[in-house]
């Protein structure tokens, strides 16, 4: 059941969104309309709105004002409530209209159609009383109008119909007096006069006949024609000219209301006859359309082509005027609609605040990628964007307000419950190239789904899904629709499953499924093909395309995509992306070159910034308490100290960055810390390894307690070491790790269908002395033997940490500390190994040089690895205990 029952409705000209809201803002307040909680501003017919109220006492408290004053921003609005819809015009003929609807609602409506329609009426009236009349009258006007004369009009030719007889009565006469003609003025007061014609009856009837022609030939009358088109009336002094229609007395007056028509006013046969010329000679037009794909044809001869166009029209006799083929938001290209065969009802918005049952989707992803019936697609500087893609589009504009986009998401799920669409996907609203705040973005657009959803009876509409470009705008609207939404919506979010091609973001703003049309009207039909062929011909010689490889646009970032977003839209480009992942962009001649210009500065760019991410690494500090190595743009941003918008994660969180304190800070995650490592020429600096100074070779830093890396390491040390950590070092060995590193690859290209290198953490008791001497030179299988040698002579390394706490292998030092490597190991391929072996035994007897890389205590249960090859172990962390 609506929750609306009682609707009133009101008579005004076309309201905006932001004139809508606060008309309903005013019947919402009682104590400015006497009314309270109602709909939202309706249009249910031309200049006709309607608002419905939860309670009746609130509808009758609006009726009983009737009058509402309230002041919009283009002056002030004065409605007249009434409890019915007002009136309804019928078209009965060409000449008749039938209106129907309340007594009072009519005679404003007729009286509003009389305004645009040529009346003229004839009321005798006597002078003494006509004197009257006309003092009150210019009184009045002086009063209101001082600035307008008024005076009274001579009746019209009388001195001309005198000479004209008097004319014809001396040539009549000739010196005889055959006929007279005498003037008598009306004595009942009217304004008329009487003509007498006395005399012979051959020269009184040539008089009489001579008076009826004059009367027959200078009587005013109006004729109407109607125009087949809207844009007839604004092309018509065009249209007159390029029929030959000679310059009369008759008056040619062109109007669109009711209906496209010319109005002839003048003489009577003059009317008469003009109005068969121009009938005949309109009748005998071709009209035709011409559709040139991509809106760059309007945009052309709306400028430079302004010129080639007219003089198209000169040489083949023709009009040619633009024809808009896209309708304005509300409605939907028809031909793609699927209605749904049948639905379900579902529970709505009550006023206990029970809501639709709805599933709200919060996506990263390409809009062009989703399977719903309906796509919104935002019109960006009045150009449209949208994809070619199946499904129905939906073309909508907004405003840089958020009551504007929060009004636009109410109109868009009315929209789709009205036409039976089931699911409907739209982006971030006014986000991203619009220039809104996403969190205020955000707000407005889940705002205005929940208010869409609670004053719309939703039998239809189950699925709204929030399709979003990157996980900044993906975490601002979880966050804040967590906190708007109740248990009863379902809201799930869903990050991208795989990753999208960079181009797919201009496909969502290319308008290639865009289309421009003209009509052409012309004299003939050749006239008209001639014309429209040659207009074609003007249009393919301004055109071009240039394709991209999909290499040269795997690098583009998010800024890069809205860059060229925004010239698609601001040049009216065609992009397509065929299967292959290459792009071809076609369109006006500048257009294309500057997006060339464009890819080619991105790409010279792009090499700049690969050139420095091989040299120099920014990190910044994951939620997991790791290092993350920033994307190559924001590493090359903060080494330009080029940080004024911000930069991105590899998540395509937004940050903001103090380089001084080398801290960002996100809306969504808070703060973190930044860092800088620069490469040297032959090694590449692991993440979590701290900058080192030139011709440093070798630094040990001392773990803090409360960083996330001391944390890790003590967790993994004490699930099976129950000892006191007193202190965690990393070792930053880039000789050892170079080496340990060379190996890794070695081992990974070497057993590459086998598992790889099998990189391990594994730990190494050892001793004060012996510690100084691994950290400098690494480990050394050739001092096996001075613990234990059981499966072989080479380096070992324990799987438990409690293993490696034994003091037989860490034996305490002095001051009773013990000491632990952490390592990292490549374990390899490996095998049961055996005491006196000095190297891992063959894969295979009959290839002895091809080894395994380690040996094992136990193959099925390895609780210790050991490894022949000095290169194949790195001490990462050095752990102090007791």
Same mark, same amino acid.
């Given at each position: 059941?609506?929750?609306?029952?009682?609707?009133?409705?009101?008579?005004?000209?076309?309201?905006?969104?932001?004139?809508?809201?606060?008309?309903?803002?005013? =019947?919402?307040?009682?104590?400015?309309?006497?009314?309270?909680?109602?709909?939202?501003?309706?249009?249910?017919?031309?200049?006709?709105?309607?608002?419905?109220?939860?309670?009746?006492?609130?509808?009758?408290?609006?009726?009983?004002? /009737?009058?509402?004053?309230?002041?919009?921003?283009?002056?002030?609005?004065?409605?007249?409530?009434?409890?019915?819809?007002?009136?309804?015009?019928?078209?009965?003929?060409?000449?008749?209209?039938?209106?129907?609807?309340?007594?009072?609602?009519?005679?404003?409506?007729?009286?509003?159609?009389?305004?645009?329609?040529?009346?003229?009426?004839?009321?005798?009236?006597?002078?003494? @009383?006509?004197?009257?009349?006309?003092?009150?009258?210019?009184?009045?006007?002086?009063?209101?109008?001082?600035?307008?004369?008024?005076?009274?009009?001579?009746?019209?030719?009388?001195?001309?119909?005198?000479?004209?007889?008097?004319?014809?009565?001396?040539?009549?006469?000739?010196?005889?007096?055959?006929?007279?003609?005498?003037?008598?003025?009306?004595?009942? $007061?009217?304004?008329?006069?009487?003509?007498?014609?006395?005399?012979?009856?051959?020269?009184?009837?040539?008089?009489?006949?001579?008076?009826?022609?004059?009367?027959?030939?200078?009587?005013?009358?109006?004729?109407?024609?109607?125009?087949?088109?809207?844009?007839?009336?604004?092309?018509?002094?065009?249209?007159?000219?390029?029929?030959?229609?000679?310059?009369?007395?008759?008056?040619?007056?062109?109007?669109?209301?009711?209906?496209? =028509?010319?109005?002839?006013?003048?003489?009577?046969?003059?009317?008469?006859?003009?109005?068969?010329?121009?009938?005949?000679?309109?009748?005998?037009?071709?009209?035709?359309?011409?559709?040139?794909?991509?809106?760059?044809?309007?945009?052309?001869?709306?400028?430079? $082509?302004?010129?080639?166009?007219?003089?198209?029209?000169?040489?083949?006799?023709?009009?040619?005027?633009?024809?808009?083929?896209?309708?304005?938001?509300?409605?939907?290209?028809?031909?793609?609609?699927?209605?749904?065969?049948?639905?379900?009802?579902?529970?709505?918005f009550n006023a206990l605040g029970e809501m639709n049952k709805m599933n709200l989707e919060i996506k990263i992803c390409s809009l062009e990628d989703e399977q719903v019936n309906v796509l919104v697609a935002p019109m960006l500087n009045?150009?449209?964007?949208?994809?070619?893609?199946?499904?129905?589009?939906?073309?909508?504009?907004?405003?840089?307000?958020?009551?504007?986009?929060?009004?636009?998401?109410?109109?868009?799920?009315?929209?789709?419950?009205?036409?039976?669409?089931?699911?409907?996907?739209?982006?971030?609203?006014?986000?991203?190239?619009?220039?809104?705040?996403?969190?205020?973005?955000?707000?407005?657009?889940?705002?205005?789904? @929940?208010?869409?959803?609670?004053?719309?009876?939703?039998?239809?509409?189950?699925?709204?899904?929030?399709?979003?470009?990157?996980?900044?705008?993906?975490?601002?609207?979880?966050?804040?629709?967590?906190?708007?939404?109740?248990?009863?919506?379902?809201?799930?979010?869903?990050?991208?499953?795989?990753?999208?091609?960079?181009?797919?973001?201009?496909?969502?703003?290319?308008?290639?499924?865009?289309?421009?049309?003209?009509?052409?009207?012309?004299?003939?039909?050749?006239?008209?093909?001639?014309?429209? *062929?040659?207009?074609?011909?003007?249009?393919?010689?301004?055109?071009?395309?240039?394709?991209?490889?999909?290499?040269?646009?795997?690098?583009?970032?998010?800024?890069?995509?809205?860059?060229?977003?925004?010239?698609?839209?601001?040049?009216?480009?065609?992009?397509?992306?065929?299967?292959?992942?290459?792009?071809?962009?076609?369109?006006?001649?500048?257009?294309?070159? /500057?997006?060339?210009?464009?890819?080619?500065?991105?790409?010279?760019?792009?090499? *700049?910034?690969?050139?420095?991410?091989?040299?120099?690494?920014?990190?910044?500090?994951?939620?997991?308490?790791?290092? *993350?190595?920033?994307?190559?743009?924001?590493?090359?941003?903060?080494?330009?100290?080029?940080?004024?918008?911000?930069?991105?994660?590899?998540?395509?969180?937004?940050?903001?960055?103090?380089?001084?304190?080398?801290?960002?800070?996100?809306?969504?995650?808070?703060?973190?810390?930044?860092?800088?490592? *620069?490469?040297?020429?032959?090694?590449?600096?692991?993440?979590?390894?701290?900058s080192m100074a030139p011709g440093e070779v070798m630094k040990v830093v001392t773990l803090q307690p409360h960083s996330q890396e001391y944390k890790t390491v003590e967790r993994d040390f004490k699930q099976t070491a129950h000892k006191?950590?007193?202190?965690?070092?990393?070792?930053?060995?880039?000789?050892?790790?170079?080496?340990?590193?060379?190996?890794?690859?070695?081992?990974?290209?070497?057993?590459?269908?086998?598992?790889?290198?099998?990189?391990?953490?594994?730990?190494?008791?050892?001793?004060?002395?012996?510690?100084?001497?691994?950290?400098?030179?690494?480990?050394?299988?050739?001092?096996?033997?001075?613990?234990?040698?059981?499966?072989?002579?080479?380096?070992?390394?324990?799987?438990?940490?409690?293993?490696?706490?034994?003091?037989?292998?860490?034996?305490?030092?002095?001051?009773?500390?013990?000491?632990?490597?952490?390592? @990292?190991?490549?374990?390899?391929?490996?095998?049961? $190994?055996?005491?006196?072996?000095?190297?891992?035994?063959?894969?295979?007897?009959?290839?002895?040089?091809?080894?395994?890389?380690?040996?094992?205590?136990?193959?099925?249960?390895?609780?210790?690895?050991?490894?022949?090859?000095?290169?194949?172990?790195?001490?990462?962390?050095?752990?102090?205990?007791?």
């Open positions: 059941m609506n929750a609306y029952q009682y609707p009133l409705f009101f008579e005004a000209r076309d309201l905006t969104d932001r004139e809508k809201r606060k008309i309903w803002r005013h =019947f919402q307040r009682r104590r400015d309309s006497g009314g309270g909680e109602c709909s939202v501003i309706e249009k249910v017919e031309d200049d006709v709105y309607k608002v419905s109220f939860q309670e009746s006492q609130d509808q009758q408290r609006v009726l009983q004002r /009737k009058t509402h004053t309230i002041s919009l921003p283009g002056g002030v609005l004065r409605l007249t409530i009434r409890e019915t819809s007002l009136s309804q015009v019928y078209k009965e003929s060409d000449y008749a209209v039938v209106v129907v609807g309340e007594t009072e609602a009519v005679k404003e409506k007729i009286a509003i159609l009389e305004k645009f329609l040529p009346i003229q009426k004839e009321l005798p009236v006597v002078e003494r @009383k006509f004197k009257l009349v006309e003092d009150e009258f210019k009184q009045e006007m002086s009063t209101r109008y001082p600035d307008v004369k008024v005076s009274r009009a001579v009746p019209p030719d009388l001195t001309r119909v005198k000479e004209m007889l008097q004319k014809a009565k001396n040539e009549a006469n000739r010196g005889e007096f055959r006929v007279d003609v005498r003037f008598i003025s009306s004595s009942s $007061g009217t304004p008329t006069t009487q003509v007498q014609l006395v005399g012979y009856t051959e020269q009184v009837n040539k008089l009489k006949d001579l008076l009826h022609d004059y009367q027959t030939n200078q009587i005013l009358t109006q004729e109407v024609i109607n125009l087949q088109f809207p844009e007839m009336v604004d092309y018509f002094d065009k249209i007159l000219k390029m029929v030959g229609m000679k310059q009369t007395k008759v008056i040619l007056k062109v109007s669109h209301f009711p209906n496209p =028509f010319v109005l002839l006013s003048g003489p009577l046969h003059l009317v008469k006859e003009t109005q068969q010329a121009l009938s005949s000679a309109l009748a005998s037009l071709t009209l035709d359309t011409l559709v040139l794909d991509g809106p760059g044809a309007q945009r052309y001869f709306q400028g430079d $082509g302004k010129v080639s166009k007219e003089l198209v029209e000169s040489s083949f006799l023709v009009l040619i005027w633009q024809q808009d083929v896209y309708s304005k938001f509300g409605t939907i290209n028809q031909g793609s609609i699927n209605r749904p065969s049948s639905c379900t009802p579902r529970s709505h009045q150009q449209l964007a949208s994809t070619n893609i199946g499904t129905s589009l939906l073309h909508v504009r907004g405003e840089n307000d958020a009551g504007a986009v929060e009004q636009l998401v109410c109109d868009i799920i009315k929209c789709c419950e009205d036409n039976g669409f089931t699911s409907v996907a739209m982006p971030a609203i006014r986000a991203g190239a619009g220039g809104m705040d996403p969190v205020v973005v955000a707000g407005a657009i889940l705002r205005g789904i @929940k208010v869409g959803t609670s004053s719309t009876i939703l039998h239809r509409l189950a699925t709204i899904r929030l399709v979003l470009r990157n996980m900044d705008l993906f975490l601002t609207f979880k966050h804040q629709a967590m906190q708007m939404f109740s248990p009863l919506t379902q809201v799930s979010q869903q990050l991208p499953r795989v990753q999208q091609s960079p181009v797919s973001g201009i496909l969502n703003t290319s308008i290639a499924g865009q289309q421009s049309a003209f009509q052409f009207l012309g004299l003939s039909r050749k006239n008209v093909d001639d014309a429209m *062929e040659r207009f074609s011909e003007l249009y393919d010689t301004q055109c071009s395309n240039h394709n991209f490889n999909k290499e040269d646009l795997m690098d583009l970032t998010t800024e890069d995509v809205l860059g060229l977003q925004q010239l698609v839209e601001s040049e009216g480009l065609c992009v397509q992306l065929d299967p292959s992942g290459n792009l071809t962009v076609s369109g006006l001649k500048d257009g294309v070159s /500057k997006m060339v210009m464009l890819m080619h500065d991105i790409f010279m760019r792009t090499k *700049e910034e690969n050139n420095l991410y091989t040299r120099v690494a920014w990190c910044i500090m994951g939620q997991n308490g790791n290092w *993350e190595r920033l994307p190559k743009t924001s590493n090359y941003k903060l080494e330009k100290q080029d940080i004024k918008g911000g930069i991105q994660d590899a998540r395509g969180v937004l940050w903001q960055v103090d380089l001084k304190e080398r801290k960002g800070t996100s809306h969504a995650l808070g703060q973190s810390i930044l860092k800088r490592v *620069e490469h040297l020429d032959d090694f590449t600096f692991p993440l979590y390894w701290d006191k950590i007193r202190k965690i070092e990393r070792l930053q060995n880039i000789h050892l790790r170079r080496a340990y590193e060379a190996q890794k690859k070695q081992l990974s290209d070497k057993n590459k269908n086998q598992g790889g290198e099998g990189e391990k953490l594994l730990y190494h008791g050892t001793t004060r002395e012996s510690s100084d001497s691994i950290m400098k030179t690494g480990f050394n299988r050739r001092f096996a033997g001075q613990n234990a040698t059981a499966y072989g002579k080479g380096t070992y390394f324990a799987v438990k940490a409690s293993y490696s706490a034994s003091t037989t292998y860490s034996r305490p030092a002095a001051d009773g500390f013990q000491r632990m490597f952490l390592a @990292k190991v490549l374990t390899g391929m490996f095998t049961q $190994g055996q005491q006196g072996m000095k190297v891992p035994p063959p894969l295979d007897d009959r290839q002895p040089s091809s080894r395994y890389d380690s040996v094992v205590d136990n193959i099925s249960s390895p609780g210790m690895f050991i490894v022949f090859h000095d290169d194949q172990a790195y001490p990462d962390y050095l752990i102090t205990f007791n």
